[in-house]
């Protein structure tokens, strides 16, 4: 099976490496999207594989988020059908994965970027970098993390980030529990290869049961209570200000609410 263009997947030492190559930044849009879902098919019936990690080969960010330009001057209804890949496909592709996943991040992770991040089961992340949900600094929500963050980190701190758009430092993320470990960027792939091939050591069959009784141990409702947020940020869309803040980030200006 081919690479396709933006994810490149790789079998080493029993672990399936998906590593996303958008440059600059691994926006995510349909494409991406469709890509990297074919890949998590793959991981999980490749029997070659019994765990995953997840890392980008962009300097500049795991992932910057979602490419706005996507949905600049869209429909509520176009910003529907992307978040049902990144919030719902996404999901169900980690929630019947049958095999540990990892987030290996060696970047700054922002917005989408930290919704693949956290859809992983374990997070490895570099300590000289941060996260953030910025979208409410260009009129937007960052659904997904008004129902994940709260359940990670605390209400209390959970908004501050939601509704400020300021990051949080790998060492912060680490000390609230959000990530499992922040090490040296020059470490983060050893570590991460180093978890999956303990995670690869185990009984393939007990791993799968396993993890999907902690799947469905843990998912709180997790589809209804997404449902509720996408319904927001598709009606936020179609707002005036949404479009002022999309055209402003474009324009590089101050949006002018």
Same mark, same amino acid.
């Given at each position: 099976?081919?690479?396709?263009?933006?994810?490149?997947?790789?079998?080493?030492?029993?672990?399936?490496?998906?590593?996303? !190559? @958008?440059?600059? +930044?691994n926006?995510?849009?349909?494409?991406?999207?469709?890509?990297?879902?074919?890949?998590?098919?793959?991981?999980?019936?490749?029997?070659?594989? @019994?765990?995953?990690?997840?890392? !980008?080969?962009?300097?500049?960010?795991?992932?910057?988020?979602?490419?706005?330009?996507?949905?600049?001057?869209?429909?509520?209804?176009?910003?529907?059908?992307?978040?049902?890949?990144? &919030?719902?496909?996404?999901?169900? *592709?980690?929630?019947?994965?049958?095999?540990?996943?990892?987030?290996?991040?060696?970047?700054?992770? @922002?917005?989408?970027?930290?919704?693949?991040?956290?859809?992983?089961?374990?997070?490895?992340? *570099?300590?000289? &970098?941060?996260?953030? &949900?910025?979208?409410?600094?260009?009129?937007?929500?960052?659904?997904?993390?008004?129902?994940?963050?709260?359940?990670?980190?605390?209400?209390?701190?959970?908004?501050?980030?939601?509704?400020?758009?300021?990051? =949080? !430092?790998?060492?912060?993320?680490?000390?609230?529990?959000? =990530?499992?470990?922040?090490?040296?960027?020059?470490?983060?792939?050893?570590?991460a290869?180093?978890?999956?091939?303990?995670?690869? !050591?185990?009984?393939? +069959?007990?791993?799968?049961?396993?993890?999907?009784?902690?799947?469905?141990?843990?998912?709180?409702? &997790?589809?209804?209570?997404?449902?509720?947020?996408?319904?927001? =940020?598709?009606?936020?869309?179609?707002t005036?200000?949404?479009?002022?803040?999309?055209?402003?980030?474009?324009?590089?200006?101050?949006?002018?609410?």
């Open positions: 099976m081919p690479d396709a263009e933006f994810i490149h997947y790789e079998i080493r030492d029993r672990v399936a490496e998906i590593t996303m !190559s @958008r440059e600059p +930044v926006a995510v849009n349909h494409q991406f999207l469709d890509e990297l879902l074919a890949a998590y098919t793959r991981a999980r019936h490749d029997t070659d594989a @019994r765990a995953v990690i997840l890392s !980008s080969s962009c300097e500049k960010a795991f992932s910057a988020g979602m490419d706005l330009a996507m949905i600049q001057g869209g429909s509520g209804l176009d910003l529907r059908r992307f978040l049902e890949k990144l &919030y719902f496909a996404m999901h169900d *592709a980690q929630y019947r994965m049958g095999k540990p996943t990892i987030a290996a991040i060696t970047q700054p992770a @922002r917005a989408a970027g930290m919704t693949l991040a956290v859809s992983c089961d374990c997070i490895i992340a *570099a300590e000289e &970098y941060d996260f953030g &949900y910025p979208e409410i600094l260009v009129g937007i929500i960052p659904a997904m993390h008004l129902v994940h963050l709260p359940r990670q980190i605390g209400r209390h701190k959970a908004f501050e980030l939601c509704f400020t758009g300021d990051p =949080i !430092s790998a060492k912060e993320a680490e000390m609230r529990g959000l =990530i499992n470990y922040a090490v040296p960027k020059s470490q983060v792939m050893d570590r290869r180093e978890m999956a091939e303990k995670f690869a !050591s185990m009984s393939p +069959v007990v791993m799968d049961l396993g993890r999907s009784a902690f799947m469905r141990a843990n998912d709180f409702e &997790y589809r209804r209570a997404i449902e509720n947020t996408v319904e927001a =940020i598709c009606a936020i869309i179609g005036d200000d949404a479009q002022e803040g999309l055209n402003a980030f474009n324009e590089k200006r101050p949006p002018n609410w």
